[in-house]
Each structure stands twice: as structure tokens, then as C-alpha cells.
């Protein structure tokens, strides 16, 4: 077992020595990174050195000054990079020497970025420094649960093997495909990671909840969920069937690692400052806002100089503080911001509100959908009734006395072309924000 992942990992990077060690390099830059103060001199360094980039390559950029401030540039979003991405293209960007990376469009049409080479090492970089503070190391038996195509070619499955992943798709957790994905791995003599949407391991939880003994009989040394909020009862039935806490990252495929859990036993994010500049922005306008208040995650991308994003609005919401080492971190991020719920006078309702449903029964599945300024849907996936009347009259609590609450009755909660499930969906203000 210590020979295998010894082996694998002394391959890695005798293959990155072999081409000039870029990955090592950009690692030792992350650690190194993630240990300064947040406004030391390298860091507005890479801040400057950017600006002087986009504004000279860029066509987006070009109407600004080499030395103009952060706080001068508007704020972008998928959009705007789709509609304009010509624009976005430095003109120092070889394309067919650059990765292109492109978003699932799970809510909304596909977008692509590249990635220039230092940008995809400095990626891997952060994804084994990260990674490595969840208990994954390089050459662990990985099971990567996500949407993946229906057949992979023969380069993508070699690629894989030779880096010990295993995909796992989403879409095959039914109880037999997760009865059979168990007992592969209980048979795997070796140290076993997973990685995958929060949604994925909820719904394994739920099934290993309705067998009548563990069939885990492996430890694995690491699990990481991603894409997804992880709530309560996921983290701490996956600690229950698997027997350790899972760490909930936080990232994006145009971008990387934003940010991280460190350990299990602290809920807060570590925000990954040694490859973006994050600012935090009012919910409904493009004002910045203090620590601590809720808003819109906007992130400046350090290393892509392919396709330079200045003040990206990732889409996301969460709520940062600094602690006493000047270093910022996420105390909650909560997902999309056209995924948060609104009582019928336009005020954000409590987040995880839908996490309530649980106290009325056990559900297969459940989601909470605001369909219009004053009506709801509640969704469940279960065999039983609930008390109908106590439920509506307790959301009517949330979302006001002259909210239309309706109860619907489901067999499944189809999953989004990403692959993930959504606990919570805002149908009212999606459409008003087209």
C-alpha cells in the first residue's frame, strides 16, 4: 500500500523535475502566499503586474491605465466574458499552447476561458496544497463523483489511471450502483480518498440510513465534498457511514480553488489569496461592503494572464471576515445568488431555510422553490404525507402571512445538467435578472 502511493507520488514529480519543476515552484508560491499578510508588497505585486498586462493585451482592458487602481475597473460576470470574450483574449495568448476551460452551464449557457501554462501548474499547485490539507495524497486510490461523459476517450481513461482517479458518475446512485461503488472499494487493499458534489454523498448517506448495517468496511483518508453547500445532516452522516468529517471546498472551473475548509473540526474557509484578490460586494449593487455583512463573492484571477479576469462576480454569496493575522476567511458561503430565497416584501429570508423540512419527516429528497414575488413550492420526494397545515403555517412565518405556499408530492427531484441537485431554486428572480 505505502509502496504504491510512494511510487506514484516519486513518479509525479520526477516527471516535473524532468520539465523544469513548475508545479514545485508554484507550490512553494502558494505556501508562501497563504503564510504572508494579505497586503504584503508581493501581493500587490501580482495585483499590479496584471493590471499591466490586461490593460496592454486586452481589448477589454485597453481603455484603462497600466497604473490604474483596482477599485477603477467594473465589475464582470459569464455574460459579459461570453458575449465579449475575443475581448477578454490577450493578444500574448497562443491558443492552441492554452487549456481551455469551460463552465457546465448547469443554469444558464456555457462559457469558456483559457488558461495560459503557468495558470493550469499554478492550479495543480493549489489543488495538492489544498487537497493535502484534507488527508489526500498524491497517488491515493480517488473516487471523483460528478457528471462525466458517457464514454471517455482513451487518452482521458489513460490519463485517470495513471493518476489513481476513479469516475463515478452522478447519475449512477441508485441503491445497487451505490451497493456495488461500496464493495469495489471495500476490496481496494490501498489508502482511499472521495471527492465529489455534496449533493452525491447525501444521497449515498441516505441510502446507507435505510440498510440495516454499515457496508463500509474501509477508512477513507480523506473526503471532500465540492460545488454544492454542504449542510448539517450530509457532514454529519458522512462522519457516522464513513467514519470521518468531510471537508467542503470551494471552487469553480473557470477559476480553481477559492477557497478551502482546513480541518473538520473548524467550519470556516481558508480563501486561497496566493492566486485571487477577493472583494466583497452588495447583494443588489455594485457597492463594496464591510466584513462580516453578507454579498456577492467578486474575484480578480492573479495567474490567468490567457484570458485576464479583473473583479469577476463569480455569482456566488458569502460573508468574510479578517482574522488576527489579517488573513481573510469565509464564514459561510452560500451558493448562488439567484438561488436565495425572499419573503414576499423583498427581504432575504434566514439561509438554509429548507434544511427545516427535515423536521417533518424523513425525505428521500426535498427543494424549496420561490415561483413568483409571493408564491412557493415545497417539493418532496417521500412515500408519507406530512402535516401539511403545521408546515405551511410555519413557512408562512418566513415568507409572510400572504404567502401561497403549495405542497407537491414528487418521485424524484431531477438532478441539473451539472449534475447536482439544487436544495433551493428562485424561478422569480432568476427570470428578472435575464
Not at 100 to 122: A, C, D, E, L
Not at 358 to 366: E, L, R, T
Amino acid at each position: 500500500m505505502k509502496r504504491d502511493k510512494s511510487f506514484r507520488e516519486q513518479v509525479f514529480w520526477m516527471l516535473d523535475s524532468f520539465n523544469g519543476s513548475p508545479i514545485k515552484s508554484a507550490l512553494h508560491e502558494t505556501i508562501a502566499a497563504l503564510n504572508r499578510n494579505n497586503d504584503s508588497n508581493e501581493a500587490k505585486t501580482a495585483l499590479e503586474k496584471l493590471i499591466k498586462h490586461a490593460t496592454s493585451t486586452t481589448g477589454y482592458y485597453s481603455s484603462y491605465s497600466g497604473d490604474a487602481s483596482i477599485d477603477e475597473f467594473p465589475l464582470i460576470n459569464k455574460n459579459i466574458i461570453r458575449d465579449n470574450l475575443s475581448q477578454f483574449l490577450s493578444s500574448k495568448c497562443v491558443i492552441n499552447k492554452c487549456r481551455k476551460v469551460s463552465t457546465s452551464g448547469s443554469t444558464g449557457t456555457p462559457f469558456s476561458v483559457y488558461h495560459n501554462k503557468q495558470k493550469t501548474n499554478k492550479n495543480k499547485a493549489d489543488n495538492i496544497y489544498f487537497s493535502s490539507k484534507s488527508g489526500y495524497t498524491i497517488g491515493d486510490y480517488l473516487i471523483y463523483i460528478k457528471i462525466w461523459p458517457e464514454s471517455l476517450n482513451k487518452l482521458q481513461s489513460i490519463n485517470l489511471k495513471v493518476r489513481n482517479i476513479h469516475p463515478h458518475s452522478v447519475y449512477d446512485l441508485s441503491s445497487e450502483n451505490i451497493e456495488d461503488l461500496i464493495e469495489k472499494i471495500n476490496s481496494v487493499d490501498k489508502n482511499v480518498a472521495l471527492i465529489g458534489y455534496a449533493s452525491a454523498f447525501e444521497k449515498i448517506c441516505k441510502d446507507l440510513d435505510s440498510k440495516s448495517e454499515n457496508l463500509i468496511t474501509f477508512r477513507p483518508t480523506s473526503i471532500i465534498t465540492i460545488s454544492e453547500a454542504l449542510n448539517s445532516y450530509t457532514r454529519n452522516a458522512i462522519k457516522k457511514h464513513f467514519g470521518i468529517y468531510p471537508i467542503s471546498r470551494y471552487s469553480n472551473n473557470e477559476n480553481g480553488i477559492i477557497a478551502q475548509q482546513i480541518s473538520s473540526d473548524n467550519p470556516n474557509f481558508k480563501i486561497n489569496t496566493s492566486s485571487y484578490l477577493v472583494e466583497m460586494f452588495d447583494l443588489n449593487q455594485d457597492n463594496k461592503i464591510g466584513f462580516g455583512q453578507r454579498g456577492r463573492i467578486v474575484i480578480t484571477d492573479l495567474y490567468n494572464y490567457a484570458t485576464p479576469l479583473i473583479r469577476y462576480d463569480t455569482g456566488d454569496v458569502g460573508i468574510m471576515h479578517l482574522d488576527e493575522n489579517n488573513q481573510p476567511y469565509f464564514s459561510q458561503v452560500l451558493g448562488r445568488k439567484l438561488d436565495l430565497i425572499y419573503d414576499t416584501k423583498g427581504n432575504l429570508v434566514p439561509e438554509h431555510l429548507s434544511a427545516k423540512l427535515c423536521n417533518y419527516g424523513q425525505f428521500k429528497q426535498f427543494q424549496l422553490v420561490q415561483k413568483k414575488r409571493k408564491e412557493y413550492l415545497i417539493n418532496l420526494n417521500t412515500t408519507k404525507k406530512v402535516d401539511e397545515e403545521r408546515m405551511i403555517t410555519e413557512y408562512k412565518g418566513y415568507f409572510g402571512d400572504d404567502a401561497k405556499i403549495n405542497i407537491n408530492y414528487v418521485d424524484e427531484i431531477p438532478l441539473l445538467r451539472s449534475g447536482k441537485r439544487q436544495e433551493v431554486v428562485n424561478e422569480y428572480y432568476a427570470k428578472k435578472s435575464r
